[in-house]
């Protein structure tokens, strides 16, 4: 995919003022901000071409009050597998959990792994 980024200024002023995939955009960018030295570049990207050596992972969050686990959402992607709580929150009485999962699995799935997960860790916690 072909990207257009506006550009101005050169050396240690140089700078990207903006980016857009629509050239005529880019143009009209330019004509009303109206720039010294201002340029636009047309660069390739490989949007849709990612590789990696290890799988991604969704990154989920959910929050653990004494009524239950609630709040689970999807965070972002990561490439190591997490399962983090930390504990009474920000002060607020609740457990933050962060959690990563395969791609394919949907928030009810995650908060079932993140049910499990959770009670494993505090059945762990009261062994020690």
Request: aromatic share 12%; with cysteine; hydrophobic share 30%.
């Amino acid at each position: 995919m072909k990207v257009y980024i506006v550009t101005s200024g050169c050396y240690s002023d140089y700078s990207i003022d903006a980016v857009f995939t629509d050239r005529k955009k880019a143009e009209m960018y330019c004509a009303i901000h109206n720039v010294e030295d201002q340029d636009i570049e047309e660069w390739e990207t490989e949007d849709d071409s990612i590789t990696v050596d290890k799988p991604v992972l969704k990154r989920w969050v959910g929050i653990h009050k004494s009524n239950g686990l609630s709040e689970v959402e999807e965070e972002g992607y990561c490439l190591t597998p997490i399962f983090q709580v930390c504990e009474k929150y920000y002060y607020g009485g609740y457990d933050r959990i962060i959690m990563s999962t395969s791609m394919d699995k949907t928030a009810e799935q995650a908060q079932k792994i993140m049910y499990d997960k959770l009670a494993a860790w505090k059945y762990e916690k009261e062994m020690r």
